[in-house]
């Protein structure tokens, strides 16, 4: 099979910036999303992004057009249902990706692959509402998609290999992402990483232990890390970092995984970094 067509469930920060992944690589795209208003927004990050490609000389003016005239949007999912790919990619909620998941399974047809840009939802359990658990993978892109080079591909106890294969490939090959695999286990590689380091560095800062600045700066100057642990939990978002940590402590039912209560306070609170304008640090 030739992925031709992909089909994006959600024109959010994940899915535009995947969106435009597709659309400059060539790929025929339509993105998918609640009504005109969000996709009036979406429309405008895009353009936004690719015009910035093209002033910093990393896009030809010609390609931004071409990439533009790939794209579509639809705020109907069937008309998604020439989609050799669709890529879900909506708030981490488990109970919306199963609902998206059992309509695209009667919408698109037999030969497509359901994949899911979770970041921590096993697999196993958004394909089982379909009548295609075999075709049904795991795509998790990074944020930002465009820049972030890296894409988990997520295979489950029942996935066809050659679909996965095909999945990888699509991604490596013609997306020019660097691809790793891992089974269906909450959190996958990263986030199974990079959870627990983060939420353990918010412990450090709740109980007193350091400030929040010198947390960061410690990691960035003696580990080497690009951005301090509380930092980049403010790009990721608040409120993903909790439900990605409770996703973990409910699958593996450790310590370390479990969230503090700090960070359920925050986003309770509405601080959820950088995308609210308050975390854990100022952005306003």
Request: net charge negative; charged share 25%; proline share 5%.
């Amino acid at each position: 099979m030739t992925i031709e067509r992909v089909g994006i469930i959600g024109g959010g920060q994940m899915g535009g910036g995947i969106a435009e992944v597709c659309i400059k690589a060539g790929i025929t795209t339509k993105v998918f999303d609640i009504d005109d208003d969000a996709i009036a927004l979406s429309q405008t990050r895009i353009t936004k992004s690719l015009s910035k490609a093209v002033e910093r000389g990393k896009l030809d003016p010609a390609d931004a057009d071409a990439a533009i005239d790939r794209l579509s949007f639809v705020t109907v999912l069937d008309e998604l249902a020439d989609s050799d790919l669709v890529i879900e990619a909506v708030v981490e909620n488990e109970d919306l990706k199963k609902d998206i998941f059992t309509k695209l399974d009667s919408i698109v047809g037999d030969g497509a692959i359901l994949a899911s840009n979770t970041s921590s939802i096993p697999l196993t359990r958004i394909g089982s509402v379909t009548n295609r658990p075999e075709r049904v993978v795991g795509m998790h892109f990074f944020n930002p998609a465009p820049i972030m080079p890296l894409v988990e591909i997520i295979s489950t106890v029942v996935s066809d290999q050659a679909v996965v294969d095909e999945v990888a490939t699509f991604a490596s090959e013609t997306l020019g992402k660097t691809v790793v695999r891992a089974s269906d286990r909450a959190g996958f590689i990263v986030n199974m990483l990079l959870v627990p380091y983060a939420v353990d560095a918010m412990r450090m800062y709740e109980s007193g232990f350091a400030s929040k600045e010198d947390i960061d700066a410690g990691m960035v100057n003696g580990a080497g890390y690009p951005m301090g642990p509380l930092a980049l939990s403010d790009l990721i978002g608040l409120d993903t970092m909790l439900f990605v940590a409770e996703s973990l402590f409910e699958e593996f039912r450790e310590p370390r995984y479990a969230p503090p209560p700090l960070l359920r306070r925050m986003v309770e609170a509405g601080l959820l970094g950088r995308k609210s304008g308050r975390g854990f640090y100022d952005y306003t």
